[in-house]
Every structure is written in structure tokens, then in C-alpha cells.
């Protein structure tokens, strides 16, 4: 499958590139946009950590902002050679936590990339475009939960009215940093974890749903249920359409969630679909979608690859 056959020039005009620069990996999206749909051409990831230290210290790593620059750049790079002009570069709550920021804003600027640090409320918007732009969500009510490395967006929409819009400042990588598992996870390492996430929770979720209506599905964005979806289905790679028809049941989630929570760090890394270097990570995303099914009574968790990248493009093009 060529990438460059099916990107005549006609068509180049209604391609763009989006890298999304998350807390913990930076992504990209090639697209063509046409009547509201998004053809992906090319997907790419790679994970460079760059929230690490910054909720601790406020300050983003000189080493992580080059590395992510420099990741950007090589996927600037591959989005050009198929013909986009339009590479946009989009940042969230790492960087919009971090007092040097513009450090990471000039880094862009050297490799040739505008990169717009946005804030938590227009992130969860694009968000809700995105996921809307798929058939089976296009209207209705919807909950759409996308938890990243600093922050988790949550939003619950009926046909007219936007019910909750809400960026917490909840994240895998900035829970990891302060309830670090051992190798060999132990239970009270969780039941600490369960604690943090729970008084959480209680604190800054709950008062807002507490007489919202809830549909029995949470739409899930970001690298957490995706990786869950593909531990479930025990396979590396899994096309878009298969991935956003799985349900996973509470019960799955927590199956799946009780699986992690029991192999050292080197049986994690092994397993089908996970990345290596996702294996720490996976345990608090595992965590907090389970946390956030029970306390709000969803019945099952809805994959989706569709969030601020699609969100971005349609917004584009």
C-alpha cells in the first residue's frame, strides 16, 4: 500500500499534518478532510516523555524538549515528503503546565514547526469534534473521557447542549510520578494508587455529574484504551475500525486492570500490543479508567482513536 498513489496533487489541498505534543509521546496524523470525514493516510507515535519532572518541578527537561522537538521534525519530515504543506503542531498540559513552555514554542521554531500550546477547555473541545466525527456518535448523548500523561478531559453532550466540559488535572505520567509501582507491583502500591485516584475523583468529578444523565458507554481517547483493547485482543496491531467496534465491559476493564497489576515490569513488556515502554504507564491508565467506570456507572469502555488530531483537522480543513 503506496501512501503517495493515493495522495494525487488534486487532492494535496485537502490534506493537512497535525503532530500532537502530549505529556507523554508526541503523535502524528495525515489526513485528507472532505465533507466532514477524516481519511487517515499516515499515523505515527512515539513516546518522549516530555512531562517528566514538570509536575514536580514546574519546569520542562532541556533534554525532553529537544528530543520532542527532534521527534516532531523527523514527522514534519515524513508528512512533507507525501506532499502536505500544512504540518500544524499542537501542545497540551505538559507544556501548559511548565513555566518555560515558550522554551519548547523557540525548539519548534527551530525545526520549522508552529507549535500552539492550548489550553485544557479548547482541548476538550476538539476532542468532542473529533469523536463526533464518527458515525455511531455523531448525535445523541455521548460521554468522551481522554486521559493523557497530566491531564484527562471529560465531556457528556446530548444532541443541543454540551452538559459537561471539564479539563482535570489527572494524568498518568504526573500519577506515576508520585505513586511509582515497584517492579513486582505490590497490592498496598495499588490500593494507595486507588486512594489518590478516589479522594480525587470525589473532589472534582463528582459534584459535576452528580445530576448530569449518563449514557451506559464511555467513549475513550488516548493511548489507554487503545493499548487495553489490543492487550484484550492480544495483537500488536489492530485496524482502526476493528478497534473502535470493541466493548469492553467494566468487568473486562477490571479483569484487565487486575492482570497488569500482578506481572513484574518485564512480563508487562512482553506482552502482545503493549509497547515496552508504555509498561509503567499502562498501570495508572489501567487504574483510572477502572476508577472512572465504577464511580460513574458506565456499563462498558468504547475505544476510540478519534480525539484532538481529528478535533485539529476538521477545525483545518
Given at each position: 500500500?503506496?501512501?503517495?498513489?493515493?495522495?494525487?496533487?488534486?487532492?494535496?489541498?485537502?490534506?493537512?499534518?497535525?503532530?500532537?505534543?502530549?505529556?507523554?509521546?508526541?503523535?502524528?496524523l495525515?489526513?485528507?478532510?472532505?465533507?466532514?470525514?477524516?481519511?487517515?493516510?499516515?499515523?505515527?507515535?512515539?513516546?518522549?516523555?516530555?512531562?517528566?519532572?514538570?509536575?514536580?518541578?514546574?519546569r520542562?527537561?532541556?533534554?525532553?524538549?529537544?528530543?520532542?522537538?527532534f521527534?516532531?521534525?523527523?514527522?514534519?519530515?515524513?508528512?512533507?515528503?507525501?506532499?502536505?504543506?500544512?504540518?500544524?503542531?499542537l501542545?497540551?498540559?505538559?507544556?501548559?503546565?511548565?513555566?518555560?513552555?515558550?522554551?519548547?514554542?523557540?525548539?519548534?521554531?527551530?525545526?520549522?514547526?508552529?507549535?500552539?500550546?492550548?489550553?485544557g477547555?479548547?482541548?476538550?473541545?476538539?476532542v468532542?469534534?473529533?469523536?463526533?466525527s464518527?458515525?455511531?456518535?455523531?448525535?445523541?448523548?455521548?460521554?468522551?473521557?481522554?486521559?493523557?500523561?497530566?491531564?484527562?478531559?471529560?465531556?457528556?453532550?446530548?444532541?443541543?447542549?454540551?452538559?459537561?466540559q471539564?479539563s482535570?488535572?489527572?494524568?498518568?505520567?504526573?500519577?506515576?510520578?508520585?505513586?511509582?509501582?515497584s517492579?513486582?507491583?505490590?497490592?498496598?502500591?495499588?490500593?494507595?494508587?486507588?486512594?489518590?485516584?478516589?479522594?480525587?475523583?470525589?473532589?472534582?468529578?463528582?459534584?459535576?455529574?452528580?445530576?448530569?444523565?449518563?449514557?451506559?458507554?464511555?467513549?475513550?481517547?488516548?493511548?489507554?484504551?487503545?493499548?487495553?483493547g489490543?492487550?484484550?485482543?492480544?495483537?500488536?496491531?489492530?485496524?482502526?475500525?476493528?478497534?473502535?467496534?470493541?466493548?469492553?465491559p467494566?468487568?473486562?476493564?477490571?479483569?484487565?486492570?487486575?492482570?497488569?497489576?500482578?506481572?513484574?515490569?518485564?512480563?508487562?513488556?512482553?506482552?502482545?500490543?503493549?509497547?515496552?515502554?508504555?509498561?509503567?504507564?499502562?498501570?495508572?491508565?489501567?487504574?483510572?479508567?477502572?476508577?472512572?467506570?465504577?464511580?460513574?456507572?458506565?456499563?462498558?469502555l468504547?475505544?476510540?482513536?478519534?480525539?484532538?488530531?481529528?478535533?485539529?483537522?476538521l477545525?483545518?480543513?
Amino acid at each position: 500500500r503506496n501512501v503517495m498513489e493515493s495522495l494525487g496533487k488534486h487532492q494535496t489541498e485537502n490534506c493537512a499534518a497535525i503532530i500532537d505534543v502530549g505529556s507523554n509521546s508526541v503523535k502524528l496524523l495525515v489526513a485528507e478532510v472532505a465533507d466532514g470525514a477524516v481519511r487517515p493516510l499516515l499515523q505515527a507515535g512515539e513516546q518522549t516523555r516530555l512531562g517528566r519532572g514538570v509536575f514536580e518541578t514546574g519546569r520542562l527537561e532541556q533534554e525532553a524538549i529537544e528530543q520532542t522537538a527532534f521527534v516532531a521534525a523527523s514527522f514534519a519530515k515524513r508528512a512533507r515528503d507525501l506532499g502536505v504543506s500544512r504540518v500544524m503542531a499542537l501542545a497540551t498540559s505538559a507544556a501548559r503546565d511548565a513555566r518555560n513552555g515558550q522554551e519548547l514554542v523557540e525548539q519548534f521554531g527551530q525545526v520549522g514547526i508552529p507549535l500552539e500550546i492550548i489550553d485544557g477547555h479548547r482541548e476538550s473541545e476538539l476532542v468532542l469534534k473529533g469523536v463526533r466525527s464518527h458515525a455511531e456518535y455523531a448525535d445523541g448523548l455521548l460521554a468522551v473521557l481522554d486521559v493523557g500523561g497530566g491531564s484527562t478531559e471529560l465531556l457528556v453532550t446530548d444532541d443541543n447542549v454540551l452538559r459537561v466540559q471539564k479539563s482535570f488535572q489527572l494524568g498518568t505520567v504526573r500519577l506515576l510520578e508520585e505513586h511509582a509501582p515497584s517492579d513486582r507491583p505490590t497490592g498496598g502500591e495499588r490500593a494507595r494508587l486507588i486512594e489518590a485516584i478516589d479522594e480525587f475523583l470525589n473532589e472534582q468529578l463528582v459534584p459535576i455529574i452528580s445530576d448530569v444523565e449518563l449514557p451506559p458507554q464511555l467513549v475513550a481517547a488516548g493511548g489507554t484504551p487503545v493499548f487495553l483493547g489490543r492487550i484484550f485482543l492480544e495483537r500488536d496491531k489492530v485496524p482502526a475500525g476493528e478497534m473502535e467496534s470493541l466493548h469492553l465491559p467494566l468487568a473486562e476493564v477490571q479483569s484487565l486492570a487486575d492482570r497488569l497489576w500482578m506481572m513484574p515490569l518485564a512480563q508487562r513488556q512482553k506482552l502482545p500490543g503493549l509497547p515496552a515502554n508504555r509498561a509503567d504507564v499502562i498501570l495508572i491508565g489501567a487504574q483510572i479508567y477502572e476508577a472512572i467506570l465504577l464511580r460513574c456507572g458506565f456499563a462498558e469502555l468504547r475505544p476510540t482513536l478519534r480525539g484532538v488530531r481529528y478535533g485539529a483537522l476538521l477545525e483545518e480543513l
